[in-house]
């Protein structure tokens, strides 16, 4: 089992930065792959973006390229969502995810991660 908490969440204006932080604990030797999801009122989670735990490779979501960073700590097996420019439209829950299958096209899909954190939510004003 792996087990994930994440923090960070909290509101900010418009055009403000916020750091997530997903901590992994347990069986963490087993995932290839974190990926941070979301998920808005009466909308369906998606994909923010995802690294490779090994390689640092990262994918990001069409809508928060070149604002958002997502990097690794592996010493502390914390992986970190940096959230610059955001817009109110960034209004959602946060999750993380982990996925134990390397790294590949399925990273983007919620439906191959093996295990999940409570969220946080992120909350932006305009």
Not at 51 to 60: L, P
Not at 91 to 118: F, L, M, N, Q
Request: net charge positive; aromatic share 12%.
């Amino acid at each position: 089992q792996v087990q994930l908490v994440e923090s960070g969440g909290g509101l900010v204006q418009a055009g403000g930065s916020l750091r997530l932080s997903c901590a992994a604990s347990g069986r963490t030797f087993s995932t290839h792959a974190m990926g941070w999801f979301r998920q808005a009122p009466g909308k369906e989670r998606e994909l923010v973006g995802a690294i490779s735990w090994t390689t640092g490779n990262t994918y990001y979501a069409g809508s928060v390229k070149g604002r958002f960073t997502i990097s690794r700590d592996s010493a502390k097996n914390t992986v970190n969502l940096h959230m610059n420019s955001l817009k109110p439209e960034d209004t959602a829950v946060y999750y993380c995810a982990a996925d134990s299958r390397g790294w590949g096209p399925h990273i983007v899909s919620s439906y191959e991660y093996d295990y999940w954190g409570k969220g946080t939510l992120v909350t932006v004003s305009s």
